[in-house]
């Protein structure tokens, strides 16, 4: 039952992140018992949002015409870079600080509506970066338009930066040196075609140049297939330590609430057994109290026989 999945998810992410973990084993275990495979693999794979990161969601999830504004800004934004129409890129500048402003007051009034205790101490300034970098950034954009973003976000800077390129630079020196050395073979031929033409030995040298380059060239080219794939070796490998990191993040994080929360029912539990403790003697007095008035009520009534006429 996706759509019921769905439900569920979306109310994880509207709630404040403190019952996060909580809301998620409790959904992990219904599916398990009612045997869907796939909401099970659904849930588990859920990661719990920073607060920053649960601002935004109310947004998009409680507000979703607000980030629609955000996303349809953001577009013109980038339009206006692209063609260095000033005048419309200031009117736009002038919005998305307008618009971003009103989406952090709006976030905080959805957080407080939750929780009253939340006001005064909410990262309004991460919801701001955040909703800041979704206009530089499409990919940012989306995470935020889904409701479930779980970290918040930064931008240095606006407009649309291409991603740096690595380049080798003895690739760089070779090739100058290769030109210079074309450039001087080249030399040689005005020179030669200057005389009556170049002598054996000069041609000779000549050949020996140009195999020389030729042969460099073959070498580089060679040097620079084996460190593209080197290259990209070492991105996969990147990649992959990076998402292995995030996984463990995520797990660290899990524990440290899981761990929270069973402090949390453990001093409640401790709180419990003094209230017992309490309890117990109060009804140890009761008892003695009790036992001491049965006493007082045999030995009366033991007198009154013993003084009833016979």
């Known amino acids: 039952m996706p759509a019921a999945t769905d439900e ?4 994880m992410y509207e709630s404040p992140p403190e019952g996060f973990v909580a809301a998620r ?13 796939l909401a099970v693999k659904r849930l588990t794979a859920l990661r719990k949002p920073t607060v920053a ?8 999830l409680k507000r979703p015409e607000l980030i629609d504004q955000l996303v349809e800004l953001a577009e013109g934004l980038r339009v206006a870079q692209r063609t260095l129409q000033g005048d419309e890129l200031r009117e736009l500048s002038t ?11 709006e976030a905080r009034k959805l957080a407080v509506a939750e929780d009253r205790g939340l006001a005064g101490k909410l990262p309004l300034g991460e919801v701001e970066a ?5 206009l530089a950034e499409p990919e940012v954009a989306e995470q935020v338009r889904s409701g479930r973003l779980v970290r918040a976000a930064t931008y240095a800077g606006f407009g649309e930066v291409p991603r740096p390129r690595l380049r080798l630079i003895s690739g760089e020196a070779s090739e100058a040196e290769e030109d210079e050395a074309e450039d001087e073979v080249a030399d040689d031929d005005d020179a030669e075609e200057a005389h009556e033409g170049p002598s054996a030995r000069e041609k000779a040298a000549a050949e020996k ?10 070498e580089l080219k060679r040097e620079l297939s084996a460190a593209q794939a080197a290259e990209k070796r070492a991105d996969d490998q990147l990649d992959k330590a990076e998402s292995a990191e995030r996984d463990a993040n995520h797990t660290v994080e899990d524990i440290d609430n899981e761990l929270a929360e069973l402090e949390r029912r453990r001093t409640e539990a ?3 057994v003094g209230r017992r403790k309490l309890a117990r003697r109060a009804a140890e007095r009761e008892a003695a109290a009790a036992r001491r008035r049965v006493g007082d009520a045999e030995a009366a009534i033991e007198d ?5 006429p016979t």
Request: aromatic content about 2%; proline content about 0%.
């Open 95 to 105: 919005q998305r600080r307008q618009i971003v402003s009103a989406l952090v007051n």
């Open 130 to 134: 955040t909703l800041t970098a979704a």
């Open 304 to 308: 009154l026989d013993a003084d009833a």
């Open 8 to 11: 569920i998810i979306r109310r």
């Open 209 to 218: 140049r140009r195999r020389e380059i030729a042969e460099r060239r073959r």
């Open 25 to 37: 084993s409790a959904a992990i275990a219904d599916a398990k018992k009612s045997g869907d495979k």
């Open 53 to 60: 990161a649960w601002l935004v969601n109310l947004l998009a």
């Open 270 to 272: 401790q709180a419990e």
